[in-house]
């Protein structure tokens, strides 16, 4: 069944008008506008495609309140940080301070969201995280006004719930950077907690080529489940090594953490992927038919298949915005206020719930990548195992010692 996105998104607008009404003469924006800064890796490793998927994702979310609210423009501006904290911060003291930018957006590459975080602290400004996934951006790094959206370095690897219809011994292969060691931590913690066992962890330097030794060491473990705590092309060697030795053919099950299907054409398609386990954050089917129907307006405008990183990036700049469209204000403590008091419902998610640490909590989902045999098409590429509830997925509120929640608590 298809669906027309422009029925869609004008009946959700339709929607939004009917439940939160029109400030109208109440309204207060400063700068009488709501400014809005996409700050990403528009230039180097973490840039996809032409760089614009975040533009775009974002876009969607204006467009569907026709560009305004209550009267006053919504303005969308980009800017890259170049994978440096120092650029990232210098960038987001301008935004705030003399461009004024309400919030800023997304923040790829979690050294740099960690310091933007502070800026945004220091100004009780507003910061929404899509692709950042460092869990200390709402645990002890957490901020009054910022949220974190679509996954973290908990919930990716967070994989108990699975265990029993994956095996009970797992080894971990890793890159050797932060990243991968949180990873690597999380899986530890997750498996050893459901009963399983872990049976040896290797890590690779960063950008390694040939992944024959480390794979190897996979294999001599006869773990039942080998876990990628990797990335980008990394990943990619890892999957590529996995098939050469013969590993998932062998019915051994290869979970790589990092991965989303829209990354599948890339690592070698079906063929070399089939059968591998993936838990995402969102997938087209995750809350029909407004994630079928946002997914492929995403695609016609950007030109590939629609991420999860993507969605969640729309999502929040779309509760984000109802919130400011329901308060008539950019304050951001109105507008969190707000965002804390109303369920999630979009292409995102259906029951989303943003914590006082910042975590929006949602379902993820366990899915299965299909053969090709198996496939219809491009789009049809891997099956639903299990759903997740968000509150089993994620860090329960009182272990990240955020201390917002610590404070409210007392």
């Known amino acids: 069944m298809r669906f027309s996105w422009s029925l869609t998104a004008g009946a ?19 700068d009488n ?17 032409n760089c614009m998927s975040p ?13 305004k609210i209550n009267g006053v423009q919504i303005e969308v501006i980009h800017g890259d940080h170049q994978d440096k904290p120092d650029v990232g911060v210098a960038l987001a003291e301008r935004w705030y301070d003399t ?32 692709m950042a996934g460092s869990d200390a951006l709402t645990g002890k790094a957490c901020a009054p006004f910022s949220a974190q959206w679509t996954y973290d370095t908990y919930q990716l690897p967070n994989l108990g719930e699975a265990v029993p219809m994956l095996g009970k011994t797992w080894f971990i292969l890793s890159a050797d950077y932060a990243y991968g060691k ?30 024959s030794s480390f794979m190897l060491q ?14 980008g092309p990394d990943m990619t060697n890892a999957i590529k090594a996995a098939n050469e030795f013969g590993l998932i053919a062998s019915g051994v099950k290869v979970v790589p953490l990092s991965m989303d299907l829209s990354a599948i054409a890339g690592a070698g398609g079906l063929q070399a992927t089939q059968g591998m386990i993936m838990a995402l954050p969102w997938y087209r089917d995750a809350n029909p038919p407004k994630s079928e129907a946002w997914a492929a307006e995403f695609e016609k405008r950007q030109g590939s298949m629609a991420p999860y990183l993507m969605a969640g990036l729309y999502s929040a700049v779309r509760t984000y915005l109802l919130a400011a469209q329901a308060t008539g204000t950019d304050d951001p403590k109105k507008i969190f206020e707000w965002m804390r008091g109303h369920v999630v419902d979009d292409a995102f998610t259906g029951h989303g719930v943003l914590r006082a640490d910042g975590r929006m909590v949602h379902d993820v989902y366990l899915v299965q990548v299909k053969k090709p045999s198996e496939s219809t098409g491009p789009r049809d590429l891997a099956n639903l195992l299990a759903v997740i509830p968000g509150d089993k997925a994620f860090r329960p509120l009182d272990q990240g010692g955020c201390p917002t929640v610590a404070a409210a608590g007392k």
């Open 12 to 30: 959700a607008l339709a929607a939004v008008v009917v439940l939160c009404g029109a400030p109208g003469a109440q309204a207060q924006y400063s």
């Open 33 to 49: 506008k709501i400014k809005l800064g996409i700050l990403d890796d528009f230039s180097g490793p973490y840039c996809t495609d």
């Open 55 to 67: 533009v775009n994702a974002v876009q969607i979310a204006v467009d569907e309140f026709g560009g």
């Open 99 to 130: 461009e004024q930018v309400d919030a800023i957006l997304d923040v790829v590459y979690s050294g740099v969201a960690l310091a933007v975080q502070e800026v945004a602290r220091q100004r009780n400004k507003a910061v929404l995280y899509s």
């Open 182 to 211: 949180a990873l690597v931590a999380g899986v530890t913690r997750s498996v050893t907690n459901a009963g399983g066992t872990i049976v040896g962890t290797v890590f690779h330097p960063f950008g390694t080529a040939d992944m």
């Open 218 to 231: 996979a294999q001599a473990s006869k773990a039942q489940v080998i876990a990628l705590g990797d990335a």
